[in-house]
């Protein structure tokens, strides 16, 4: 089996709630995603999506997505999806770094992979633990008692995790504390709380709120942008600590178990440049006894749908929480994509990712090789 044909297909995923504000004033209200095709000489085609929260979140961004694809994509043609280890090394070797603009050609493989061996992508990444698993959801940065009704809304609606945004440099430590502190008190048994700075505390303010808040039940999640800043918060805290946007490589996993650096880490299937190489990432956290949070940085219904397998074939004790995008925006792409209930997901059963592509809401493609 050879890839014949690359496609990428650019569409606007708008938000239910309007706009999602995190750490530094930043927001989105629509989200641009580009969904890949990619074709077999088999007539066997699988498709990924990778779709950036914005130009200033992560190094990378919407339309470099597909500009790196039209400069990868050639060097594909003819090559086996089926070989998804061979195909990430030629992938490297053609584009040095850019594993966001990897990460949905991978996903499309090992769409085809599934599709070819009948299975779903969960059952080829480990086997799927139990019926579902649980999610999380976001409280987008507004006010304390805003995003404390939030956080009611969404747990009558059967989530028990919460990643509350905080941070912004420049911004008054104290509305973070008391963001926390209201949020946490809308919060039952079994609930968790996650504070999430998206690097957006300075070392000094990020020990401001993790003292004022010390007995409070919650997660710090990345309060500040390197990983030395957030070692040294991490070592003047007793609570649990999560790193995020300086977890994108096994290297720094490595370093971080080894430092003691936290707890919990969060994966993206993107940053690591898709789902051959968050497997192997997702396979030493468990052998080095790290949980995690598996996600991308965001999407619609296949980005969703690849989230769902990565979660469900992770064993529940290692398997934090993980995330529904497809929910949090008003666009439905592809049919079959796993849908949110009680705050549960679970991934297809059907082969490959389970889905099919709503070509009338893709249109027309942006790019084809050849």
């Not at 096994?250 to 650096?261: K, P, Q």
Request: net charge negative; hydrophobic share 40%; glycine share 10%.
């Amino acid at each position: 089996m050879k890839i014949q044909r690359i496609r990428a297909y650019r569409v606007d995923l708008p938000l239910y709630e309007g706009s999602y504000q995190w750490a530094g004033g930043n927001s989105v209200s629509v989200f641009d995603s580009t969904v890949i095709e990619v074709k077999t000489d088999a007539d066997v085609t699988g498709y990924g999506e990778v779709c950036p929260l914005g130009p200033c979140y992560l190094p990378a961004y919407a339309s470099g997505v597909r500009a790196g694809i039209l400069e990868l994509a050639p060097h594909l043609l003819g090559e086996n999806p089926l070989e998804l280890q061979k195909l990430n090394i030629h992938m490297d070797a053609a584009l040095k770094g850019h594993p966001y603009v990897k990460s949905g050609i991978d996903m499309a493989c090992w769409d085809i992979l599934g599709q070819v061996t009948g299975q779903p992508v969960c059952t080829l990444l480990g086997g799927r633990y139990g019926d579902d698993f649980g999610l999380y959801r976001a409280i987008s940065q507004e006010s304390p008692e805003a995003m404390a009704a939030r956080v009611a809304g969404y747990r009558a609606e059967g989530y028990q995790r919460f990643q509350l945004k905080v941070g912004g440099v420049g911004g008054d430590p104290a509305v973070d504390i008391d963001r926390i502190n209201a949020a946490a008190d809308q919060l039952q048994p079994g609930d968790r709380l996650i504070a999430d700075a998206n690097t957006g505390w300075l070392m000094h303010d990020a020990l401001r709120v993790v003292n004022a808040v010390r007995d409070v039940d919650v997660y710090i999640e990345q309060p500040c942008t390197s990983y030395e800043e957030c070692l040294s918060v991490r070592q003047h805290t007793d609570h649990p600590f999560v790193l995020d946007e300086v977890i994108d490589s096994v290297g720094v996993l490595l370093r971080g178990h080894a430092d003691r650096a936290m707890d919990v880490v969060n994966l993206k299937i993107s940053k690591f440049g898709g789902l051959t190489k968050v497997k192997q990432a997702r396979d030493l956290c468990i052998s080095l006894g790290l949980a995690m949070t598996l996600e991308d940085s965001w999407g619609g219904d296949i980005v969703t749908a690849a989230i769902a397998h990565l979660a469900h074939s992770t064993p529940p004790a290692f398997r934090f929480t993980s995330t529904d995008f497809n929910s949090y925006v008003t666009v439905s792409i592809a049919e079959g994509a796993p849908q949110r209930i009680k705050g549960r997901m679970a991934a297809s059963t059907r082969p490959g990712l389970g889905i099919s592509p709503r070509m009338e809401v893709l249109g027309k493609p942006v790019l084809e090789v050849p």
